[in-house]
């Protein structure tokens, strides 16, 4: 593959853990910011022409890079392009790279809202669809109606919601690259909407943990269980745990802290210590909600 200034800002090495909200995690190989959709289209033909993997990170949250130098080309949608937002009646659209809080700001200026679960989540609308961000009852798919992707060849498609495949935390699309998603909101009253969003982020912040850099959480809630992750977590005496700098969080134990210059591998061992005990006294396989990068 070679490395053309049509790509856009290319860097070689880029530590991740400048681009991680959990800031820890081995080199990217390959990072690049496309300034246009043209950009990331080329950059996505040549690297699948080479066989070379592309991974599209945007606010860094729910990654787990693991160390030395990862051979993927990372890509950024941080231009502007990849940040519009535009409105039409109830409608609207956002690009991949916009922060979910300014898209969440702007439909609230214009007296809409129907969005309130999600307040507290952080990160892009493009990684809110692709890992279907949401809560317990709520996610971010019934708000989409559709999303415009990039395929492995560099084509620009469009997806209707009801063809993407979502399910609990992940979406059907894993063999493409958003860059924008349109969503239908409703009418509602600024004050509500923005009473809304703060309660809801109270909740969040009175149960999860906000003191040290984090992935969020870590694992799934098993399906059919009495018990949530965090709770398993708990019960099995590993809420506090420490290995070096990094600590299963004694707020919430479904998030692991970057406590004190953590390194991608004391994450990724309280990781395992994590599922090694809960299978241990449940019986049951933990999965990641966070997406472990190697």
Same mark, same amino acid.
């Given at each position: 593959?070679?490395?053309?200034?049509?790509?856009? !800002?290319?860097?070689?090495?880029?530590?991740?853990?400048?681009?991680?909200?959990?800031?820890?995690?081995?080199?990217? @190989?390959?990072?690049?910011?496309?300034?246009?959709?043209?950009?990331?289209? @080329?950059?996505?033909?040549?690297?699948?022409?080479?066989?070379?993997?592309?991974?599209?990170?945007?606010?860094?949250?729910?990654?787990?890079?693991?160390?030395?130098?990862?051979? %993927?080309?990372?890509? @950024?949608?941080?231009?502007?392009? =990849?940040?519009?937002?535009? /409105?039409?009646?109830? $409608? #609207?659209?956002?690009?991949?790279?916009?922060?979910?809080?300014? =898209?969440?700001?702007?439909?609230?200026?214009?007296?809409?809202?129907?969005?309130?679960?999600?307040?507290?989540?952080?990160?892009?609308?493009?990684?809110?669809?692709?890992?279907? #961000?949401?809560?317990?009852?709520?996610?971010?798919?019934?708000?989409?109606?559709?999303?415009?992707?990039?395929?492995?060849?560099?084509?620009?498609?469009?997806?209707?919601?009801?063809?993407?495949?979502?399910?609990?935390?992940?979406?059907?699309?894993?063999? $493409?690259?958003?860059?924008?998603?349109?969503?239908?909101?409703?009418?509602?009253?600024?004050?509500?909407?923005?009473?809304?969003?703060?309660?809801?982020?109270?909740?969040?912040?009175?149960?999860?943990? $906000?003191?040290?850099?984090?992935?969020?959480?870590?694992?799934?809630?098993?399906?059919?269980?009495?018990?949530?992750?965090?709770?398993?977590?708990?019960?099995?005496?590993?809420?506090? @745990?420490? /290995?070096?700098? #990094?600590?299963?969080?004694?707020?919430?134990?479904?998030?692991?802290?970057?406590?004190? !210059? #953590?390194?991608?591998?004391?994450?990724?061992?309280?990781?395992?210590?994590?599922? $090694? %005990?809960?299978?241990?006294?449940?019986?049951?396989?933990?999965?990641?909600?966070?997406?472990?990068?190697?």
């Amino acid at each position: 593959m070679l490395y053309s200034p049509l790509y856009g !800002n290319i860097k070689f090495d880029e530590p991740l853990s400048r681009h991680t909200s959990i800031k820890a995690g081995g080199r990217a @190989r390959i990072w690049i910011e496309p300034e246009s959709t043209q950009q990331l289209c @080329r950059i996505v033909s040549d690297a699948g022409k080479n066989k070379i993997p592309v991974f599209t990170i945007g606010a860094g949250c729910n990654i787990i890079a693991k160390p030395g130098n990862i051979e %993927k080309v990372f890509v @950024r949608l941080n231009a502007p392009v =990849f940040k519009n937002i535009e /409105f039409k009646a109830c $409608y #609207a659209v956002a690009g991949a790279g916009a922060l979910l809080n300014n =898209f969440f700001k702007a439909a609230m200026a214009r007296s809409l809202g129907g969005y309130e679960f999600l307040s507290g989540i952080p990160g892009t609308v493009g990684g809110a669809v692709f890992g279907n #961000a949401g809560t317990k009852n709520n996610d971010i798919c019934d708000l989409l109606e559709e999303a415009e992707v990039i395929d492995r060849a560099g084509v620009i498609k469009k997806i209707k919601k009801q063809n993407i495949g979502f399910g609990y935390r992940k979406s059907g699309l894993g063999n $493409y690259i958003i860059t924008s998603a349109k969503f239908k909101f409703e009418r509602r009253d600024k004050k509500e909407t923005e009473a809304l969003l703060k309660e809801n982020f109270a909740i969040k912040k009175q149960k999860q943990d $906000y003191a040290a850099p984090s992935a969020g959480c870590i694992f799934k809630n098993p399906k059919n269980f009495h018990l949530s992750a965090g709770e398993m977590i708990d019960k099995c005496g590993l809420k506090g @745990r420490s /290995f070096n700098g #990094a600590q299963i969080s004694s707020r919430h134990a479904n998030f692991i802290i970057n406590k004190h !210059n #953590a390194r991608a591998e004391d994450i990724i061992f309280l990781t395992k210590l994590i599922k $090694y %005990k809960v299978k241990k006294a449940y019986g049951i396989n933990l999965e990641e909600e966070v997406k472990i990068i190697s």
